[in-house]
Nanobody, 119 residues
Framework: QVQLVESGGGLVQPGGSLRLSCAASGSIFSIYTTDWYRQTPGKQQELVATITSGGRTNYADSVKGRFTISRDNAKKTVYLQMNSLIPEDTAVYYC?????????????WGQGTQVTVSS
């Protein structure tokens, strides 16, 4: 079992930065791949960034060059550094930790944190 708690959201002006945190408790977090998703009312959920247990990263085209995902396994925390924010980045951001064992997917979600980019 893994429990996830996101934090770091808030209101920021266009061009500003925020760092989101996804803190885990419970199982061995380092073996999980962790994704950041975002959700805006009326829009499909978007996969923003992924970091594997080995540290490989992947980003949506919409955030490449602006967002950076990282992990600190000692702190059981995954971060999403968001720079050069634009109004279109406004959404609730969720972290999702998962692993697949013998064909069974173990999947955990946090409660989300609101990011609002507005002047």
């Amino acid at each position: 079992q893994v429990q996830l708690v996101e934090s770091g959201g808030g209101l920021v002006q266009p061009g500003g930065s925020l760092r989101l945190s996804c803190a885990a408790s419970g199982s061995i977090f380092s073996i999980y791949t962790t994704d950041w998703y975002r959700q805006t009312p009326g829009k499909q959920q978007e996969l923003v960034a992924t970091i594997t247990s080995g540290g490989r990263t992947n980003y949506a085209d919409s955030v490449k060059g602006r967002f950076t995902i990282s992990r600190d396994n000692a702190k059981k925390t995954v971060y999403l550094q968001m720079n050069s924010l634009i109004p279109e980045d406004t959404a609730v951001y969720y972290c999702n930790a998962w692993r697949t064992v013998l064909g069974n997917k173990y999947n955990y979600w946090g409660q989300g944190t609101q990011v609002t980019v507005s002047s």
